[in-house]
């Protein structure tokens, strides 16, 4: 891989990592932690526990998992569209 590939490939990779720890410090502080209150007074519950208890309690967990499925997804294209782009500059 050239040069300039590796560092777009590093650019973008950083990016989408910097995007997805963005939405982990929003799910696990801000709703688990700092709008708790708020989220148990204006949103529904689920089941029986106010909605900010619940994201405290399960839905941080539900969204790391996402987000892990979301990277896997993400950086298994990235690899692809890089790894297509070396074999083509190999066959020139």
Known sequence: MKVQNR?????????LLLGLLSIWFIISFGCAILWRDWLDVHVPPIGHAPFGFWMAQQGAILGFVGLL?????AMNRLDRRYREMKDREDAV
């Open 7 to 15: 560092s777009s490939y590093h650019r973008v990779t950083f990016r």
């Open 69 to 73: 499925i979301i990277y896997a997804i």
